[in-house]
């Protein structure tokens, strides 16, 4: 079975930082990723799929990279209402592998 | 507007049973391969059975099947989760979702959440 591995489990910023996610396959999943971004009490909402593909409507500071089994989702200049917690997801295959997310806090 | 509205969930004991249910508006729900995903404080999201768009073809998390079903009704718009047998690691918020895009018969992110229904297991 493919495992997600995301990386870290917090972050701490402040708002105009430029922030990193990371998320690691444990085998090819070619540019099957998708980056969701979920706030207390709500769904979670799509951002990037395809490794780096953004969602119409997802403001341009958000960015997604990488392939195989190494991906990124990048904030730059976090605003205050990235605050959230993120996951990432696998769709490889019909086990559909979330990491265990991140939660970006204010520093 | 596009929207999934779940119901169903409660409070039920151990080795119960319940029906989910997830009734779409605002788009074309034959259209789409359709998802149950849960969520629980400890494990965080968790993909738990996909529908394709008529019904034929169904899967399951490894680590759940035989417990759950999934099916669907497009003349009601409705997707639904069978759970038998419910155990205390059940317990958590059920969400439906929409496959990002229609007809596609490989696997796909979710664009369109439901807002969820909340299942406790307790004796």
């Known amino acids: 079975d493919i495992q997600m591995t995301q990386s870290p489990s917090t972050l701490s910023a402040s708002v105009g930082d430029t922030v990193t996610i990371t998320c690691r396959a444990s085998?090819?999943?070619?540019?099957?990723l998708a980056w969701y971004q979920q706030k207390p009490g709500k769904a979670p909402k799509v951002l990037i799929y395809?490794?780096?593909t953004l969602v119409s409507g997802v403001p341009s500071r958000f960015s997604g990279s990488g392939s195989a089994t190494e991906f990124t989702l990048t904030i730059s200049s976090v605003q205050p209402d990235d605050f959230a917690t993120y996951h990432c997801?696998?769709?490889?295959?019909?086990?559909?592998?979330f990491g265990q997310g991140t939660r970006l806090e204010i520093k | 507007d596009v929207q999934l509205v779940e119901s169903g969930g409660g409070l039920v004991k151990p080795g119960g049973s319940l029906r989910l249910s997830c009734v779409a508006s605002?788009?074309?729900?034959?259209?789409?391969?359709m998802n149950w995903v849960r969520q629980t404080p400890g494990k965080g999201l968790q993909w738990v059975s996909s529908?394709?768009?008529?019904?034929?073809?169904?899967y399951y998390a490894d680590s759940l099947k035989g417990r759950f079903t999934i099916s669907r009704d497009n003349a009601k718009n409705s997707l639904y989760l069978q759970i038998n047998d419910v155990r205390a690691e059940d317990t958590a918020i059920y969400f439906c979702?929409?496959?990002?895009?229609?007809?596609?018969?490989?696997?796909?992110?979710?664009?369109?959440w439901g807002q969820g229904t909340v299942v406790t297991v307790s004796s």
């Open positions: 529908i394709s768009t008529s019904g034929t073809y169904t």
């Open positions: 085998q090819n999943i070619n540019l099957f």
């Open positions: 979702a929409r496959d990002r895009d229609s007809y596609d018969s490989t696997p796909d992110c979710f664009d369109v």
């Open positions: 395809r490794a780096s």
């Open positions: 605002g788009f074309t729900f034959s259209s789409y391969t």
């Open positions: 997801q696998e769709y490889s295959t019909y086990q559909h592998i």
